[in-house]
């Protein structure tokens, strides 16, 4: 499951880094600034799918942690399968966090090109028992 989250994730990337090399068809102002302004909702998008597709699968580490931890009773046996779980866990918000920033920087550098002015805005999101600051975009001058 861990593979397949980070698989989409990368997926996401290209397809985000290969949705800029177009943007620069645009001819006047107004077309740059309305491509600018549907990127930006095109990325958050992303980010957002990219969210809950993390808590889906953080609830669903947490939930087979929890049903483990009932049936274990061998106290290195449960330390060990904690570990594993923080592990599984860190590394899914790792490749959250890497993915969502990857994609702000280059939306935030895309669109500055077409003349908006853009940033990051951190946004407390809830994956599994850890809350966790992502950064979608948001515009901040046209």
């Known amino acids: ?27 006047s102002e107004d077309e740059k600034t309305e491509t ?17 597709k993390a808590q889906e699968a953080g609830d669903v580490l947490q939930k087979d942690y929890l049903a483990d931890m009932e049936t274990i009773e061998d106290e290195e046996e449960a330390a060990a399968r904690t570990e594993k779980y923080n592990q599984d866990l860190d590394l ?29 805005e951190w946004v407390l999101v809830e994956i599994a028992d850890r809350q966790v600051w992502i950064d979608p975009v948001r515009v901040v001058g046209v």
């Open 92 to 120: 899914l918000i790792d490749v959250l966090d890497h993915t969502t920033r990857t994609l702000t920087q280059t939306t935030i550098a895309t669109v500055g090109e077409l003349g908006v002015t853009a940033e990051c």
């Open 1 to 27: 499951m861990m593979k397949k989250l980070v698989g989409m994730m990368l997926l996401s990337i290209v397809l985000a880094l290969s949705t800029g090399v177009n943007v620069f068809a645009a001819d």
């Open 36 to 52: 600018a302004l549907k990127l930006v909702d095109a990325t958050n998008s992303q980010i957002e799918w990219l969210i809950e």
